[in-house]
């Protein structure tokens, strides 16, 4: 299994203006680690606190925990994701998928070390990268409990 972080930079505009709080089933990228990804993938989803309206603007959170259903071309339906820009649609298992209602502070895992906390964490998660066990295991403490209950609960949406 593969796992890849995902700084989601538009996420105040696709999460809470377009889907009104519903769930996005779809990620597209150009990038070619994206297209390589198979069912069973996780994407590890953060974004800025900028983007969700809080006050440590610059510090990173943890949205998202999407696992892969799919990887396909993008068939070009959606105007917002030309397929000339975004050759990749990732098809979510939304079953498997857990979105959080608050989101989980991770600035201190994902920032690298002696870099400064008043810049933006977007500065430095530019581009989908394969995370590491160990960081697998610090994201995963960090959700805490709420990401335990929602697994064993079957409450993954």
């Known amino acids: 299994m593969t796992n890849i972080l995902i700084y989601w930079r538009d996420y105040k505009q696709n999460w809470v203006r377009q889907f009104a709080g519903e769930r996005a089933h779809f990620w597209h990228s150009n990038a070619k680690l994206i297209g390589d990804l198979q069912p069973g993938d ?11 309206r809080h006050e440590v603007k610059q510090a990173g959170f943890l949205v998202a925990i999407w696992k892969v259903k799919e990887v396909v071309s993008n068939p070009d339906d959606d105007l917002a994701y030309p397929n000339e820009d975004y050759r990749f649609r990732v098809v979510i298992d939304d079953t498997e998928s857990i979105t959080f209602e608050e989101p989980v502070p991770v600035d201190h ?38 990401l335990a209950l929602k697994w064993l609960k079957g409450e993954n949406k």
Request: glycine residues 10%; hydrophobic residues 40%; charged residues 25%.
């Open 109 to 146: 895992i994902l920032r690298p070390q002696g870099k400064d906390p008043t810049v933006s964490i977007g500065r430095f998660l530019q581009g989908p990268r394969k995370i590491t066990d160990e960081k697998v295991r610090l994201l995963r403490a960090a959700a805490g409990p709420d």
């Open 42 to 52: 996780v994407l590890w989803i953060v974004t800025s606190g900028a983007n969700m």
